[in-house]
């Protein structure tokens, strides 16, 4: 039994329908506007990319084939509705119910290929959808054509910007080489591939950006930030020679002044040495340095090699050099104190068998036969030369221990 429709219900369906076909509507323009669309429509594709939105656009084609349809039949219930008050008959009620819940949307003709049509087959197959089918149909392709906006766009701006960012370091880059003058060092062709690379990079981000964020490939963001490192390991290089270039003379005057306070600190550390020798007996030293006298042949070598080397090596080679002799220049400084030390150790000694006497003399103990002779025995050690610093240090403890012993009980 066929269920009639009112009006009312009849005109609720239509206005479901009108409010169902501006969302549509503006859901299909919004996704004709976005940038990731626009993008994939003007760009020359390759790859994974390539591939995905030619798929889209087939199916995006569909979907306004379907919209189209779509609206047509929501065109014809407009019109055989009519104005609010249109009399509407059993014969009218009827055929809007059919529109408006039959399978109304009639989708264009399709040629069936010869190869698949049987003798009785037709040469061609229509479609026929309800309009819930068609929405359907549409918000199912809308989703899939959107993924692949919205991924592409997302992988752009995840390749783009640092590869942007990275082409400007390298204008940067170039600009120092130039100012630093053509020559055969390897850092001028290690910036020369690394622009290359950049320039490869770029284009392929644009014409497969889907292809190129998927792994760890050779133009996945991983890759783009290891070519940055590089860049930046060859600006370090280029900024060291261009530096080098302007301040060579000034730079190597600053190296001269450090080897000046390394041969003080070399000709202070002898002088302690000497005095450590004639007073402490087999003391611990370390070995005497020269290094102002070798650091001096490099920097000499330095303003031979001016005339003759390229600046990258030069600025390489001044900018170790500087590194070292401040290096050096702190070693120097710890080899005095460390030839100074069996001098301060035996004084501290000193110092420390001096306060136990004046504490044991505070409990008048200090003049007992056996606290004196201890006493005597380490001072004896201490202000003899040379000093042997291990049996002073031992006589120290034994009077330590014996001026313990002779303090009056606490209990």
């Not at 669309?37 to 760009?43: E, H, K, P, V, W």
């Not at 306004?64 to 104005?83: H, I, K, M, N, P």
């Not at 149909?137 to 809308?142: I, L, P």
């Not at 090596?313 to 005095?336: C, D, F, M, P, T």
Request: charged fraction near 25%; hydrophobic fraction near 45%; proline fraction near 4%.
């Amino acid at each position: 039994m066929t269920t009639m429709w009112t009006r009312q219900a009849i005109d609720a369906a239509i206005d479901r329908r009108a409010q169902e076909r501006s969302g549509v509507s503006a859901g299909l323009l919004e996704l004709d506007d976005h940038p990731g669309r626009r993008l994939l429509d003007g760009a020359k594709l390759t790859g994974v990319t390539a591939t995905a939105w030619q798929r889209a656009s087939a199916e995006l084609a569909a979907l306004w084939t379907v919209f189209e349809a779509y609206q047509q039949v929501l065109d014809r219930v407009s019109a055989l509705r009519g104005g609010p008050k249109t009399r509407l008959g059993d014969r009218e009620l009827a055929a809007l119910a059919d529109l408006l819940t039959g399978r109304s949307v009639a989708l264009p003709r399709q040629a069936v290929p010869f190869e698949r049509r049987g003798l009785l087959d037709p040469a061609s197959t229509q479609d026929l959808l309800t309009l819930d089918e068609a929405v359907q149909s549409m918000t199912r392709t809308y989703e899939v054509v959107k993924k692949v906006a919205v991924e592409a766009e997302d992988a752009w701006n995840r390749l783009l910007e640092p590869l942007d960012e990275l082409k400007a370091r390298v204008h940067t880059a170039r600009g120092t080489a130039d100012a630093v003058g053509t020559g055969t060092d390897p850092v001028f062709a290690r910036l020369a591939g690394i622009e290359a690379q950049t320039a490869d990079l770029r284009r392929r981000a644009l014409s497969d950006p889907l292809g190129l964020v998927a792994g760890d490939g050779p133009g996945s963001p991983a890759r783009v930030d290891r070519l940055g490192a590089e860049l930046a390991a060859v600006q370090t290089e280029l900024d060291q020679a261009l530096s080098a270039r302007a301040e060579f003379d000034t730079r190597l005057a600053g190296i001269e002044d450090v080897i000046l306070l390394i041969a003080q600190a070399e000709a202070e550390a002898e002088t302690v040495r000497a005095d450590v020798l004639s007073k402490i007996a087999a003391p611990r030293l370390p070995p005497a340095s020269a290094a102002a006298a070798h650091l001096r042949t490099k920097v000499a070598a330095l303003r031979r090699e001016r005339s003759g080397q390229s600046w990258t090596l030069l600025g390489r080679n001044l900018s170790a050099l500087e590194k070292n002799s401040r290096v050096i220049l702190e070693n120097a400084h710890k080899r005095v104190a460390q030839v100074r030390a069996p001098l301060e150790r035996r004084d501290e000694l000193r110092g420390l068998l001096e306060a136990y006497r004046a504490r044991a003399a505070r409990h008048g103990v200090a003049e007992s036969p056996r606290l004196v002779a201890a006493f005597r025995a380490a001072h004896d050690l201490l202000w003899s030369a040379p000093c042997d610093l291990s049996a002073a240090e031992y006589a120290v403890r034994g009077y330590q221990a014996a001026v313990g012993a002779a303090l009056p009980s606490r209990s």
